[in-house]
T-cell receptor, first 117, second 117 residues
Framework: AQKVTQAQTEISVVEKEDVTLDCVYE???????LFWYKQPPSGELVFLIR??????QNEISGRYSWNFQKSTSSFNFTITASQVVDSAVYFC??????????????FGSGTQLTVLP | DTGVSQDPRHKITKRGQNVTFRCDPI?????LYWYRQTLGQGPEFLTY????????KSRLLSDRFSAERPKGSFSTLEIQRTEQGDSAMYLC???????????????FGEGSWLTVV
């Protein structure tokens, strides 16, 4: 069975600090996909990134970067020089290929990030 | 705006009443999903459609829940005889599944908040 664990329930940082959100996953599949979503107070889940299990290259997009390590089953997300607008709940999610092409996402319980001015 | 839209955004109903939510997916997307999210938790999968066919239902989807996508475009989620435990946010999402493709990205709407009193 697939499982996603986000051990950090809440994190508070001061603006301009770097912050890393942890995500650990469990799966028996060799082919799977990992996602990060941002959920601001409005409620919409905003897609940030998708990574497949065969691509362990780290990715950087502006102030966002992701570190995928299969050896530790982790897919951590770092925000550099955080801003108040980054305040939101961040979800890590997993989809197994055997479940059929990402038709079903398993989410972690989320990390509430608060960036203080 | 061509994102996933949901209506109504908020609904307060008395226990025992029926409620219906509507979802309009991104126009070219052939897959449509319903998820449920309770406070402090990540979204949980309920069901999904490939065009008009409902291909999978979670055990969370009790007999009181019914979802339809009659013409393969918009979808409705009806909850009959609502219970207080149904209070949650109901998220709709959509994706484009290409023939032979895998790992499609799922885009979410802003959700419909249900409060059963």
């Amino acid at each position: 069975a697939q499982k996603v664990t986000q051990a950090q329930t809440e994190i508070s940082v001061v603006e301009k600090e770097d912050v890393t959100l942890d995500c650990v996953y469990e799966t028996r599949d060799t082919t799977y996909y990992l996602f990060w979503y941002k959920q601001p107070p409005s409620g919409e889940l905003v897609f940030l990134i998708r990574r497949n299990s065969f691509d362990e290259q780290n990715e950087i997009s502006g102030r966002y970067s992701w570190n995928f390590q299969k050896s530790t089953s982790s897919f951590n997300f770092t925000i550099t020089a955080s801003q108040v607008v980054d305040s939101a709940v961040y979800f890590c999610a997993l989809s197994e290929e055997s479940s059929g092409s990402a038709r079903q996402l398993t989410f972690g319980s989320g990390t509430q990030l608060t960036v203080l001015p | 705006d061509t994102g996933v839209s949901q209506d109504p955004r908020h609904k307060i109903t008395k226990r025992g009443q029926n409620v219906t939510f509507r979802c309009d997916p991104i126009s070219e997307h052939n897959r449509l999903y319903w998820y449920r999210q309770t406070l402090g938790q990540g979204p949980e999968f309920l069901t999904y459609f490939q065009n008009e066919a409902q291909l999978e239902k979670s055990r969370l989807l009790s007999d009181r829940f019914s979802a339809e996508r009659p013409k393969g475009s918009f979808s409705t989620l009806e909850i009959q005889r609502t219970e207080q435990g149904d209070s949650a946010m109901y998220l709709c999402a959509s994706s484009l599944q290409r023939l032979g493709g895998s790992g499609n990205t799922i885009y979410f709407g802003e959700g419909s908040w249900l409060t059963v009193v």
